[in-house]
């Protein structure tokens, strides 16, 4: 398993340790192909990117990038779209987004349909290089939700009463369902990169890395991945036993 646990501080320095690796990866082959995440905990990832992109110290404009998920039957210009989320956070700071970043089109008539096409279209663009994950307090990554098959695609899913309950930017109306690349596409992605931060992910985190892996914590199949980088603050980190500590990067 060639996994490295890196903890910080606080949200801020986690963050920005997420960010600055994108941004090698950005300078080294600025054709990277990324898998993105949305969420809370990515909005300072995004933040420091911004930064680099408009400083020059990491290029914005050859990336392909696709993203983890998309709700289905929200207007995509909605607030609480991922395709709003993405368009505010990055992609209108980027050189020419159009026709190179992708998000499952959850407005699609037939949403089985949109999940295979994107799974083309992520195959067509030679896969993933670097993919970025969130986790959700039940393990979920994307909107893999606990159950979900290990190897399973693309695909229209139903979302959790969890995630439902903690989903933010809806009033009453929330989405019950979603399309989510699936644990065996993200696993195919070259490298892994997760960022957790708050006590909110610590049991979520535990269950990640010092459990079996099982399909009850879907985020455990990263412990077969073979490049992955797991990125926490002191917070979600709380809940880690010495064993695991001791090989993590706490500088
Ligand atoms: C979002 C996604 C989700 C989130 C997770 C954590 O694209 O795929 O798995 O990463 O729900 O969300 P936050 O960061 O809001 O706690």
């Known amino acids: 398993m060639a996994m490295q646990i890196v903890v910080r501080h606080d949200v801020q320095e986690a963050a920005r340790y997420v960010a600055d690796q994108i941004a090698k990866h950005l300078v080294a082959n600025?054709?990277?192909?990324?898998?993105?995440?949305?969420?809370?905990t990515m909005r300072p990832v995004y933040a420091r990117l911004r930064h680099l992109f408009a400083s020059g110290e990491a290029p914005s404009a050859a990336?392909?990038?696709f993203n983890l998920d998309?709700?289905?039957?929200?207007?995509?210009?909605?607030?609480g779209s991922f395709h709003a989320y993405m368009e505010d956070e990055l992609f209108r700071h980027v050189v020419d987004p159009e026709g190179r970043c992708f998000l499952p089109d959850g407005l699609a008539d037939d949403p089985v349909a949109a999940a295979a096409l994107y799974e083309t279209l992520i195959a067509k663009a030679g896969g993933i290089?670097?993919?970025l994950l969130g986790i959700g307090r039940n393990g979920h990554i994307g909107f893999n939700e606990p159950g979900a098959p290990f190897d399973g695609r693309t695909a229209a899913v139903n979302l959790s009463l969890q995630t439902c309950q903690v989903m933010q930017g809806f009033d009453g109306d929330q989405p019950d369902r979603a399309i989510t690349m699936g644990i065996g596409t993200i696993m195919e992605a070259r490298r892994c990169l997760l960022l957790a931060t708050g006590e909110a992910k610590a049991d979520a985190v535990f269950a990640m890395l010092e459990q079996a892996p099982s399909t009850a914590c879907p985020a455990s199949v990263l412990q077969g991945?073979?490049?992955?980088?797991?990125?926490?603050?002191?917070?979600?980190?709380?809940?880690?036993?010495?064993?695991l500590l001791k090989i993590a990067d706490q500088s």
């Not at 990277?32 to 995440?37: F, W, Y």
């Not at 998309?70 to 607030?79: C, K, L, N, R, S």
């Open 70 to 79: 998309e709700f289905i039957g929200v207007p995509t210009a909605h607030p």
């Open 30 to 40: 600025p054709a990277t192909v990324m898998g993105l995440a949305t969420g809370e």
């Open 129 to 131: 290089d670097l993919q």
């Open 63 to 65: 990336f392909t990038s």
């Open 225 to 243: 991945h073979p490049d992955l980088i797991i990125v926490l603050d002191r917070h979600a980190a709380g809940r880690l036993t010495d064993s």
